[in-house]
């Protein structure tokens, strides 16, 4: 039998798709530099919009009347854009638009347990948002309405009844934009594993915390046969961010 004729090689793999540019790095301004623990600051938007996506409540603080406050309220994330909600009559949310605000978010993760008391800390994701706020009116206001009620629970919006023109009135809802921002990020287990504290005969590591939802709980004077909707249960269901 002959030699077999070794086959041909086919054409070099087209190369495919380069990738896509992700966002650019937060901006980083005298407010926010990382001046202590740098090693857990970030710059990368992704983690901002993970820690702003993860949230439900942030804490906007602001000077009222010569006073510092801090209100809890909660929030929508569109693009560049947070969403701000709150009754009119808030003396913060109102007073906003004309200063300068400062909004957090901060997502405990665990409890750090050291050797040593000293070397205690917490696993955490935080974002400090700065800027001035604007007044949403007209048909933004609807739509930042909507991104805020589809933030908390998505699909909600469109399931219940929607704002009559005197609950749109009687809503205040500001416009933050993301471009002045800090992250900070603490992840992993005590710092003094390689200390002379590492001798002692205490136990070190890391206390981990979950947040997640519970079973639906109905309104006791809900009528009769009215369902859990699908995307409540959804909700419900979905595994801790």
Not at 48 to 53: E, F, Q
Not at 80 to 86: A, E, K, S
Not at 127 to 137: D, S
């Amino acid at each position: 039998m002959g030699a077999s004729i070794p086959a041909r090689p086919g054409p070099p793999p087209r190369p495919g798709p380069p990738p896509r540019p992700g966002p650019p790095p937060l901006p980083v301004t005298d407010r926010t530099t990382h001046r202590r623990l740098r090693e857990q600051g970030s710059t990368e938007r992704g983690d901002l919009d993970a820690i702003l996506i993860a949230g439900v409540i942030c804490h906007l603080g602001v000077v009222v009347d010569g006073y510092p406050m801090v209100v809890p309220t909660v929030y929508g994330l569109s693009g560049d854009t947070l969403y701000l909600h709150g009754s009119v009559a808030s003396r913060s949310l109102v007073s906003a638009p004309q200063a300068t605000i400062c909004v957090t978010v901060t997502h405990v993760d665990g409890l750090v347990l050291a050797r040593s008391v000293f070397e205690h800390a917490v696993n955490y994701r935080s974002a400090m948002i700065y800027g001035t706020p604007r007044l949403v009116t007209g048909a933004e206001k609807l739509a930042g309405l909507r991104c805020l009620s589809e933030h908390i629970v998505p699909g909600q919006w469109d399931y219940a009844r929607q704002p009559s023109r005197k609950e749109l009135a009687a809503t205040t809802l500001l416009a933050l934009p993301l471009a002045e921002a800090s992250v900070k990020i603490r992840t992993g287990p005590p710092d003094d594993g390689d200390s002379p504290d590492a001798a002692l005969p205490v136990w070190a590591g890391v206390l981990p915390l979950a947040a997640a939802w519970g079973d639906p709980e109905p309104d006791p004077v809900l009528r009769p046969g009215i369902p859990l909707p699908p995307h409540i249960a959804a909700r419900a269901a979905r595994p801790p961010l």
